[in-house]
């Protein structure tokens, strides 16, 4: 994994949970903001994915790499489905809340990438 990229993506995916945490205690709707904060976000995932897949040669001889690419791929589906989801529900707080998860998930799983990157 490249180290700058992931501290971006972590970055990014603290302040999309941070300001769908603000847009649900607030009862307000998805806006703008948080949209264009889910797509920079989903940029970057699709970038780890391609620099993941493209470093893999270098990982840990012991690293599952099935198992880190599958986490790979599956950090790529969890923006678009809950964009949908909160699209759907944007009558509600509850679809910011959850943008709120998928973003928390999120974060759980690029730990859990890094944990995998080095050999734990």
Do not use: K
Not at 27 to 38: H, K, Q, T, V, W
């Amino acid at each position: 994994m490249l180290v700058p990229l992931t501290v971006v993506l972590v970055v990014l995916l603290a302040a999309l949970a941070g300001y769908a945490a603000y847009l649900t205690i607030a009862g307000r709707a998805m806006d703008n903001p948080m949209f264009y904060l889910a797509c920079a976000a989903e940029f970057a995932i699709i970038a780890q994915l391609v620099v993941g897949i493209m470093r893999i040669g270098d990982s840990p001889g012991h690293m599952s790499q099935g198992l880190f690419v599958a986490y790979l791929a599956g950090l790529v589906l969890v923006v678009p489905v809950a964009g949908f989801w909160g699209i759907a529900e944007r009558t509600t707080r509850w679809g910011t809340g959850v943008v709120l998860v998928g973003a928390l998930g999120l974060l759980v799983m690029v730990g859990r990438l890094l944990q995998l990157w080095n050999g734990s």
